[in-house]
């Protein structure tokens, strides 16, 4: 036998009909789910000059000289290095880089949780984010030069390199992914040694994609390869450690979608890059160079000024004033897919 069914009133219910919770409420939380701040390598890699004045700053392209035996009898009048090999590149400053929001007063009076100093975090990571995706498009640029800066033949090989992995790699397991990549970025590293370019201060940046191919590899991360301690690197600790003695780092920005230049870019072709087939940036610090004149700032428009008075609001401003470009391609190279 069963039981009758009761009559519920429903303490969330309005006027007995609709939504059984409608009338409760919702309860605050000081606690805020931030967006992750993307990871920064290139920064930190790359050579950098602040400047306090200008609009640009010009850097000197040398190359080597030659010696020879002196012939006796015959003066030593410094013609076997005449004419001179010299050359220049120009950074020229970018518009002004901004990212704001405006809050409105009485929004921030009803809010449980104060999420000021998260938007300003924020702002400030779109500029660094900027900064970023910028230093990978110009290190891929200055890795598909082909134009030799200076004239002499025994100046030549002073521009970028680019490795293109096979054709059937998209069809390989991971592990021979990871395998083919090792070797290419082997190669790389000993392509510009023999560019005389020094692996201190040079390092190799990876999609987390390829990251997890190198995981994956018998060469990188392997007993024979790198001793039973694991020095370059263990499966359990999920770090892959060195190439051929060069650091590897993963970052997002290393594989972008094609970039069209905007006002604010100063007609710098070298951000008009593609590198949607990027997998990995081998570069030495002397690849290019950032030109700051305004570090990143954060401002707000003051209590109780003009703006807030006008607009009962108030605008959260971060900014920056920046340039970059290519010095020397020769230290800068790429591994893309075909």
Known sequence: MSADALALSRLGQQKGTGSVDALF????????????????????????????????????????????????GTPIDGTVNSPSDLNSRILYLDGLMQASETIYDL??????????????????????????????????????????????????GRTGDKITLTAGYAAKTDQQKGDELHDAIRSMVILKQKKHVPTENMVV???????????????????????????????????????YGVPVYWSNFVNQSAYTL???????????????????????????????LRM??????????????????????????LGMGKLSPECAGAIVTP
């Open 205 to 243: 940046v990876v999609t987390p994609d390829v990251s997890g191919y190198l995981y994956a590899s018998t060469r990188v991360i392997n007993q024979d390869f790198n001793g039973g301690s694991g020095a370059n690197g263990t499966v359990r600790e999920a770090f892959a450690g060195r190439i």
């Open 107 to 156: 929004d921030e009076l009803r809010e449980y949780p104060s999420t000021r100093a998260e938007i300003m975090h924020q702002l400030g990571q779109s500029l660094a984010d900027e900064r970023e995706a910028r230093i990978a498009r110009v290190l891929f640029g200055a890795a598909s030069t082909s134009t030799e800066p200076l004239a002499k033949s025994s100046n030549a």
């Open 296 to 321: 990143p700032k954060l401002q707000m428009t003051a209590s109780g000024g003009d703006y807030s008075v006008v607009y009962q609001s108030q605008l959260l401003v971060a900014s920056m004033a």
């Open 262 to 292: 905007v006002t604010g870019d100063n007609a710098n072709s070298e951000y008009a890059q593609d590198l949607s087939k990027c997998q990995a940036l081998i570069y030495h610090r002397d690849a290019m160079g950032i030109l700051n």
């Open 25 to 72: 409420l919702d309860l605050g939380s000081d606690e805020l789910l931030t967006a992750y701040d993307k990871k920064k390598i290139f920064s930190s890699t790359v050579k950098e000059q602040t400047i306090k004045g200008g609009r640009s700053m010009r850097f000197i392209v040398t190359g080597r000289r030659q010696a020879s035996y002196h012939t006796p």
